[in-house]
């Protein structure tokens, strides 16, 4: 059964509209102008001028004074490395991460999923070339078009994928695959293999593996991913980086209770 949201009790508009503003800051728009961020949100100016005081009293967000502009403030950033800290899903998978990470000489990242259709890096690992891939910890992807995303979708329930489906699946570079038929093809495959294997489909040059991760009860609630250019990423080396960070995302699961069959 789908999970629903939780209803907000009466009373918390302005708490709602508060974390809508905080919201409106992204990697695409980290700076909003007061007029900009009332449309954004449909507020009108007077209500977002006084949430944005408020938030800025706070330490949420921060007004820059000659651009006068608004960006998320330093308690922002308190808050998220408590909430990091707090988790213990990164507690667990952290040495496995850095394992991964060191064997390959590639980036290890832990993702979990963010809303219906995206996933959220919550740790990373670097790996120890020069060169590699871009993902960052806090950034959003959506779940289609990510090694992670695709390692999750395979075991969730069938209503899940097919809402991520349904929406407009955008291009991100020219070998991203859109059609719905192609991606349930490729989910077939992950649940086969265990793992995930896209090229290119979320930033040209880039390829990654990814591969899910299992609580207690068998429900698939993260998942993992290796990637790095494709130089250093040939084909022949997919089986290699594929039962890395399958076995790696099953000792995780283990740490979680999950049981093989």
């Known amino acids: 059964m789908m999970k629903t949201k939780t209803q907000p009790y009466p009373g918390t508009q302005s708490v709602l509209r508060a974390m809508s503003l905080l919201k409106a800051f992204d990697d695409e728009r980290p700076e909003w102008g007061l007029a900009e961020l009332s449309r954004e949100v449909g507020l009108n100016k007077t209500t977002t001028f006084r949430l944005l005081t408020a938030l800025e009293s706070e330490g949420m967000v921060a007004r820059r004074p000659f651009a006068d502009t608004y960006i998320l403030g330093p308690e922002i950033v308190v808050l ?51 060169v590699g891939s871009s993902q960052s910890l806090g950034t959003r992807w959506p779940m289609f078009a990510t090694s992670s995303g695709m390692a999750l979708l395979a075991y969730l329930p069938e209503e899940r994928v ?83 960070v399958k076995q790696t995302a099953q000792h995780i699961s283990e740490k979680l209770g999950w049981e093989s069959d």
């Open 80 to 130: 998220g490395g408590r909430a990091l800290r707090s988790n213990d899903l990164r507690s667990l998978a952290k040495p496995e991460l850095e394992q991964m990470a060191a064997i390959s000489g590639e980036t290890a990242t832990l993702e979990i999923m963010s809303g219906d259709d995206a996933v959220l890096i919550i740790d990373e690992i670097i790996g120890n070339h020069l």
């Open 162 to 244: 097919d809402a991520v489906l349904k929406r407009p699946l955008p291009s991100l570079t020219p070998k991203t695959v859109t059609d719905p038929t192609v991606i349930r093809q490729e989910l077939i495959k992950t649940r086969q293999r265990g793992y995930s294997y896209l090229r290119e489909w979320l930033e040209e040059g880039l390829i990654v593996v990814g591969a899910p991760l299992f609580n207690h009860d068998g429900q698939v609630i993260a998942a993992i991913s290796l990637g790095g250019p494709a130089i250093r990423f040939p084909a022949e080396r997919e089986p290699e980086m594929g039962q890395l």
